[in-house]
């Protein structure tokens, strides 16, 4: 492990040169690590059998990798500085805008789609400009902060430009044989009691088309080997939010990172249903390339040792440690492209026949707020 100091400005230097790097911290874990790549080289991945971090775009045409073999792996212990506050106070502007109009028209021709018939859901997304007075490193340390429940973490690379983000969302974790996704979807802002969220049937819905398709897509690509263990859906609580969850979990029939991952992405918490129709209408009518918003990053293929027990029934095995093979992947949302100062913010949320086209305007005004709360200086 390296001193905090030490570790960013390490960071900041491989940054500052143009050379690939991330550096994210896990939910609810208290150790930031960095994959810093040596070589100029861009590496990509195809089949996802390679062991490194990942990067890959909505669309799936660009799956950037850093290779574990071409980094140096550093971590640090995370101190949060100063006490942070649970939740930021914020009041959302909600302003009449040109964006607004646009947004809320073509929330309107989603809507006459799916009363047609030719779709459940689509998740629609726009993307925002903000200025920003922090440095890249800056507003990491900032989510870091603000977000111990999320995924946090910055990444930079010649060919994606920067990147920051504070997910929610895990698509998949594959420890060994076995694997844990979620279907995430349902939003309402966080009024100071978890247990006090109330959902319209027009929620439970959305949310329910996502842990439905999961299911069957994981069916369908012959991912799961038995039975797939589904929780009840219940309300977790992201940044100044809260959605509806559901945790499906089940054991792999085989190792094929690459099939799992396409099975699940993307689920229609980003995309959709039918996945396919929805994947060809946001390509056609969403103003704004997604590019790596709603794509998905993380730990692929990393190899863990794991000491056995010491107890007596395992001492002649002693001598061998046991090598874990894990994949963590997170969903990019509640993301931004750093340009040249300016923050791009990218925000969507799931339209089903009884959506509001001014609802869900507001919807996403609340959800740009995880990353514009962090644009700022904070106190
Ligand atoms: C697409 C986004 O969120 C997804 C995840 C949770 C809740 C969602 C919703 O309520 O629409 C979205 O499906 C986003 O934050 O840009």
């Given amino acids: 492990m390296m001193q905090a100091m030490a570790f960013f400005n390490v960071l900041e230097d491989h940054i500052h040169k143009n050379l690939a790097c991330v550096a994210y911290r896990k939910p609810d874990e208290n150790v930031i690590k960095a994959f810093l790549q040596k070589d100029k080289q861009s590496h990509k991945t195809t089949d996802f059998s390679e062991s490194g971090f990942v990067f890959s775009d909505f669309c799936g045409s660009e799956s950037l990798l850093i290779p574990k073999d071409q980094s140096d792996v550093i971590s640090t212990e995370y101190e949060p500085e100063h006490s942070l506050k649970e939740t930021l106070e914020y009041v959302p502007e909600i302003t009449n805008s040109r964006e607004q109009k646009k947004h809320e028209e073509l929330v309107a021709k989603v809507i006459a789609e799916i009363k047609m018939g030719n779709m ?14 922090l440095s890249a490193l800056s507003i990491f340390k900032n989510l870091l902060q603000h977000y111990p429940k999320a995924f946090c973490y910055v990444w930079s690379h010649p060919e994606s430009g920067l990147w920051i983000g504070a997910t929610p969302e895990t698509l998949v974790k594959v420890e060994r044989n076995r694997f844990k996704t979620m279907a995430l979807a349902g939003t309402q802002a966080y009024k100071g009691k ?10 439970v819905e959305e949310q329910k088309i996502v842990s439905d398709e999961i299911v069957q897509k994981l069916k369908d690509f012959k991912v799961a080997s038995g039975v797939i263990n589904l929780s009840d859906p219940y ?37 959709g249903f039918p996945r396919e129709k929805a994947r060809e209408f946001i390509l056609g009518n969403e103003y704004s390339d997604r590019e790596f918003y709603s794509g998905f990053l993380g730990e692929i293929n990393l190899k863990q040792e794991v000491k056995r027990n010491s107890n007596r029934r395992n001492q002649e095995n002693q001598a061998y440690a046991s090598i874990l093979k894990q994949s963590q992947i997170f969903v990019n949302l509640r993301c931004m492209k750093l340009v040249e100062g300016e923050a ?24 740009s707020y995880t990353i514009k709360s962090v ?5």
């Fill in 344 to 367: 791009e913010i990218f925000i969507g949320g799931g339209i089903t026949a009884d959506s509001n086209p001014t609802a869900e305007w507001e919807e996403t005004v609340n959800k």
């Fill in 235 to 271: 309300t977790v609580k992201a940044g100044n939010l809260l959605h509806i969850r559901t945790d499906i979990s089940g054991t792999l029939e085989n190792d094929n990172l690459s099939n799992l991952l396409e099975s699940l992405h993307p689920t229609p918490a980003v995309c």
């Fill in 194 to 203: 978890i247990e006090d969220a109330a959902w319209t049937p027009k929620e």
């Fill in 120 to 133: 459940k859901k689509v998740v629609l997304a726009r993307k925002e400009q903000s200025p920003s007075q």
């Fill in 375 to 379: 644009l700022v200086h904070q106190d």
